[in-house]
């Protein structure tokens, strides 16, 4: 069991930066691939960004270029860097751990509470 706590959401100007931090207990992180997933009101839960095990990172269109996931293997931790905030990113931020084969995803998730983002125009 992978246990999973968000943290770092907050209320920020367009053009602000928040980073947020997904910190792992129960197993250690550097063996999962490790995605941030954002739900904004009324809408679907849709993928933001992947840290893979291996070390590559794979980024939605519509956060390329303004967010950068990371890990710290010694704080059993992933972070997303975001920054150039727009109020269409205003959501609830949800990571989760995903065990791979390969270059897939698979089985079931362990997913953390979320975190609430809100970027004002």
């Known amino acids: 069991q992978v246990q999973l706590v968000e943290s770092g959401g907050g209320l920020v100007q367009a053009g602000g930066s928040l980073r947020l931090s997904c910190a792992a207990s129960?197993?250690?992180?550097?063996?999962?691939?490790v995605q941030w997933f954002r739900q904004a009101p009324g809408k679907e839960r849709e993928l933001a960004a992947i840290?893979?095990?291996?070390?590559?990172?794979y980024y939605a269109d519509s956060v390329k270029g303004r967010f950068t996931i990371s890990r710290d293997n010694a704080k059993n931790t992933v972070y997303l860097q975001m920054n150039s905030l727009k109020p269409e990113d205003t959501a609830v931020y949800y990571c989760a751990a995903r065990s791979t084969l390969g270059a897939v995803v698979v089985g079931t998730p362990y997913w953390g509470q979320g975190t609430q983002v809100t970027v004002s125009s």
């Open positions: 840290s893979w095990s291996g070390g590559s990172t």
């Open positions: 129960g197993r250690t992180l550097s063996s999962y691939a």
